[in-house]
């Protein structure tokens, strides 16, 4: 089941997209997927837990997908739009962002707004990181979990968005 939190944050992100691509031509416009969203929501979940002292953002687990870490509930939830346009669900019950959480969703929007959703995948699949050290390709259900704690530990001195 999907956390609030993770809802909050979803739509934050889709909000700011959708937000950047308004009156743009559409070759200037960001191309919002389920991958993108993954990647956006990984990333800030290590911004969080970089300024948290590793106090994750979501109680929601990542798992080790072929394409880098994903919350499946995330991709549940939105894998509808695959046409480069997403848009909110429905916040009904759903907790408030922190000023915590969307410093961290903020930094990472303004680090990722121009580049490329295979770049960020790319960022994920960092050697040796986490999704890396738990990515089981025979594991065709993708049930490995990428445990907060090595999150934390991998990125506390490091820029996710580096190679």
Same mark, same amino acid.
């Given at each position: ?10 739509? +934050?992100?889709?909000?700011? !997209?959708?937000? +950047?691509? #308004? @009156? ?26 970089? #300024?948290?002292? @590793?106090? %994750?953002?979501?109680?929601?687990? &990542? ?12 991709y549940?939830? &939105?894998? =509808? /739009? ?10 009904? @019950?759903?907790s %408030?962002? #922190?000023a ?6 903020? !930094?990472? &929007?303004? =680090? ?10 790319? +960022?994920?699949?960092? %050697? ?15 049930? =490995? ?6 999150? /934390?530990? &991998? /990125? ?8």
């Open positions: 089941m999907i956390t609030a939190m993770c809802i909050a944050a979803a739509n +934050y992100l889709i909000n700011k !997209t959708n937000d +950047y691509n #308004t @009156g743009k031509k559409y070759s200037e416009r960001i191309s919002m997927t389920c991958k993108r969203l993954q990647k956006l929501l990984y990333f800030s979940e290590i911004e969080y837990m970089k #300024t948290n002292k @590793g106090t %994750p953002m979501f109680s929601d687990d &990542f798992r080790a997908w072929p394409s880098g870490p994903v919350i499946p509930s995330v549940d939830v &939105f894998v =509808q /739009y695959q046409d480069g346009e997403m848009y909110p669900v429905d916040e009904t @019950g759903h %408030p962002i #922190t915590d959480m969307e410093k961290a969703l903020e !930094t990472i &929007f303004s =680090q990722t707004v121009l580049i490329d959703t295979l770049d960020l995948v790319d +960022y994920s699949h960092i %050697p040796n990181g986490p999704w890396a050290k738990h990515f089981d390709a025979s594991d065709e259900q993708h049930i =490995q979990i990428i445990p907060k704690e090595e999150i /934390y530990m &991998f /990125y506390q001195n490091r820029t996710p968005l580096s190679k």
